[in-house]
């Protein structure tokens, strides 16, 4: 079964930078989507980012496009996500998931995402 494992959180003074990463493992790493989602307390969990199985194809929500880059690594079992210009409301437990996907693709739907890592926690604070 696919297993995936989050790293890389910490605390960050705001307009800092920081990249996450979510480290695959097990079957199938090459045909799933990996999305990228954070759960700020008191606030409901939101999709930030997602890419495609080959790397090739990636999305981002809007409350964070032009902050956030995310990428696969060249052997495709690590994926991450580069965090510019930090700001205290991107304090958050961060969590990457993986979606089969038939196709070179990925979407900013939850639903879909069924393997989840523990989360990181990432903290945005001078």
């Known amino acids: 079964q696919l297993q995936l494992v989050e790293s890389g959180g910490g605390l960050v003074q705001p307009g800092g930078s920081l990249r996450l990463s979510c480290a695959a493992s097990g079957t199938g790493v090459d045909f799933n989507a990996i999305a990228w989602f954070r759960q700020a307390p008191g606030k409901e969990r939101e999709v930030v980012s997602c890419?495609?199985?080959?790397?090739?194809?990636?999305k981002y929500a809007d409350s964070v496009q032009g902050r956030l880059t995310i990428s696969r690594d060249s052997n495709n079992k690590t994926v991450y996500l580069q965090i510019n210009d930090l700001k205290s409301e991107d304090t958050a437990t961060y969590y990457c998931?993986?979606?089969?996907?038939?196709?070179?693709?990925?979407?900013?739907?939850?639903?879909?995402?069924?393997?989840w890592g523990q989360g990181t926690q990432l903290t945005v604070s001078s």
């Open positions: 890419i495609s199985p080959s790397g090739r194809g990636s």
């Open positions: 998931a993986a979606a089969p996907s038939g196709q070179d693709w990925c979407v900013l739907t939850e639903r879909i995402y069924g393997r």
